[in-house]
């Protein structure tokens, strides 16, 4: 399939450092041009925008163009799936934690 936009599965934008270091700061402002988000990273303006690149193919993350200024936005929304993938683990770990916790009074 030669698609030219593919959406990015949520799991593969997120393993990278740099890409959750970006939803943070995303996270903690309404919304940042990219001159803004370069300075929090140890690499250039081209590279930080292939990041952001990513999570926006995966919809974590919206732009919106102001004259010649991209300013980028979280969608924190795809991440729920994350959220209820991981609950499911941390279900699973309290019941053996709680497990453990009987046989060892016992």
């Given amino acids: 399939m030669d698609h030219a936009y593919q959406e ?3 799991y593969v934008a997120i393993v990278d450092p740099t890409r959750r270091k970006l939803l ?9 041009p990219l001159y803004e988000l370069t300075p929090h ?15 926006k193919e995966a919809d974590l993350v919206t732009n919106r163009k102001i004259g010649r200024e991209t300013r980028y936005r979280l969608n924190a929304a795809p991440l729920k799936e994350v ?3 991981l609950s499911f683990y941390e279900e699973f770990w309290n019941e053996r934690a709680s497990l453990l916790k009987k046989i060892l009074e016992e």
């Fill in 8 to 10: 990015r599965d949520v």
């Fill in 24 to 32: 943070r700061l995303l996270a903690d402002s309404d919304e940042l």
């Fill in 41 to 55: 990273f140890e690499m250039g303006r081209t590279a930080v925008s292939k990041h952001l690149a990513i999570l």
């Fill in 83 to 85: 959220k209820d993938w």
